[in-house]
């Protein structure tokens, strides 16, 4: 999962490799080739900012250099698009680790019509709600839980380019207990070898991620957010059948004990990990540890819920969710960005929303640009495929007005989004929604349905 990435050689031998390079990968009679310049340029996380006339070339659907414009404009091949975006910002297409195509955002109860809308329908749902992540800069995406296996279905469209979309890694139907979060989904499971077969079930279906519900959640009343549903050996029986075939393995976990499990269990990633207990959250130091010496990867899914205008997340006041954030940031785990978008008021075009509370919460610019960029990669065992704009890696290539290494309201104006190669038309990005009564409406519902004192929503960072 953590394999190394082509490397881009230096100076001064950059201008041989570059002719090597182009008249390898893009004979000048072709006009497959596209260089993306820009005044500025991040070819990865960790690298510095150019910021004197930047290009990607790609040929098809891999980038075949990136750099400085005046480097390589006398040897690109003739014939080559010159795609010049002007004063923005170019860097590797963003990962949203976390998404649920299936679901409707516009409705309160998000999951509630998924059981009796068609399969078409959903497909055709799912098919606008990948164009509208597209939207946002997002080229790579993990759909965590949908029903059956309509996700496979649209990962295989996508592949084959039926539709357009981001690059989607897919889970299909949690492993859930009976009556447990999202069990309506067909991913019920209990005891060491229901969890096992259903495990294998998901590695038929050809899932690239294997989802297990270790506790309840408060989109499914009854379930139990703050308490652990399978035992260790539950979820090792899941982990070990699923490392087995190759298959990395991620957990909902909103509760403290759900997580502790999890980590003993050898799982390779947390969503949520809000920390719940009875009543609210507690941020526990010593299960903090076991996951960055695990180097289990967490994906905390902030989101629209959790800005401070109309907060409705409902796992505790939004003073106690950041403050848990900034504690685990401070632990060091490998963090990742997820938004879990689609559900309720929580758009899937808003995805800078969940980056704005990271920042509050104290990550810098550039620990989000890598959280969103190559630590997402391999956390998805994609490493040697996207994150970085590096020469025979995908061409996922955005931009944005600004400079996201300084100021990550940036993120909410993207300007350019190239998908493997194909660029895709952009539509405009919807303002912030006014959803101050809906927010209290779905707060005290969610909170009544797991059995949570009524406490202020508003409380302050």
């Not at 499914?220 to 957010?225: D, E």
Request: proline fraction near 6%.
């Amino acid at each position: 999962m953590h394999e190394s990435s082509p490397v881009m050689p230096q100076m001064p031998l950059l201008r041989s490799y570059l002719t090597a390079t182009l008249e390898e990968k893009c004979p000048r009679k072709t006009s497959m080739v596209i260089a993306v310049r820009s005044a500025r340029l991040l070819v990865e996380s960790a690298s510095d900012l150019i910021s004197n006339d930047g290009v990607v070339v790609v040929d098809g659907d891999t980038v075949v250099t990136a750099g400085i414009w005046d480097d390589i404009a006398s040897i690109l091949p003739e014939g080559s698009e010159v795609i010049d975006l002007g004063d923005v910002t170019v860097m590797p297409g963003l990962f949203d680790c976390h998404v649920h195509l299936a679901m409707d955002p516009s409705k309160l109860s998000a999951t509630a019509d998924l059981g009796s809308t068609s399969d078409e329908d959903l497909l055709q749902r799912m098919e606008r709600n990948a164009l509208k992540v597209l939207d946002a800069g997002v080229t790579t995406i993990r759909d965590l839980g949908s029903p059956g296996t309509i996700a496979t279905v649209l990962r295989e469209r996508v592949q084959e380019w039926r539709v357009f979309g981001p690059r989607i890694l897919c889970a299909n139907a949690p492993i859930t207990v009976p009556g447990g979060h999202a069990h309506t989904w067909g991913g019920v499971a209990v005891g060491v070898e229901e969890c096992r077969a259903e495990a294998r079930k998901r590695i038929a279906e050809g899932v690239d991620v294997v989802k297990v519900m270790s506790t309840g959640g408060f989109l499914s009343p009854g379930s139990r957010p703050a308490e652990a549903r399978y035992s260790v050996e539950e979820l090792k029986a899941i982990v070990n059948e699923a490392h087995a075939h190759g298959i990395p393995v991620t957990t909902h976990a909103t509760g403290v004990e759900g997580i502790k499990r999890a980590v003993q269990a050898g799982f390779d990633c947390i969503e949520h990990c809000s920390w719940g207990v009875e009543g609210g959250t507690t941020f526990d130091d010593s299960i903090a540890k076991q996951i960055v010496d695990s180097n289990v990867a967490v994906c905390p899914t902030m989101n629209t819920a959790c800005l401070e205008k109309d907060y409705f997340c409902p796992w505790d006041t939004r003073k106690q969710v950041l403050g848990n954030l900034r504690k685990l940031r401070q632990c060091g785990p490998r963090i990742i960005i997820g938004t879990d978008n689609g559900i309720a008021l929580c758009p899937f075009e808003r995805y800078s929303d969940g980056l704005l509370v990271l920042a509050e919460a104290g990550f810098t610019c550039r620990e989000i640009i890598a959280a969103a960029t190559d630590i997402a990669a391999q956390a998805c065992g994609l490493s040697n495929v996207t994150g970085k704009l590096l020469p025979g890696m995908a061409a996922d290539v955005v931009a944005f007005e600004g400079n996201p290494l300084q100021d990550v309201e940036v993120f909410s104006k993207p300007r350019f989004v190239m998908a493997r190669g194909r660029v895709h038309t952009l539509k405009p990005i919807p303002p912030p929604a006014d959803n101050a009564l809906m927010a209290n409406q779905i707060w005290g519902e969610l909170r009544a349905a797991a059995d949570l004192p009524s406490i202020g929503r508003e409380s302050p960072a």
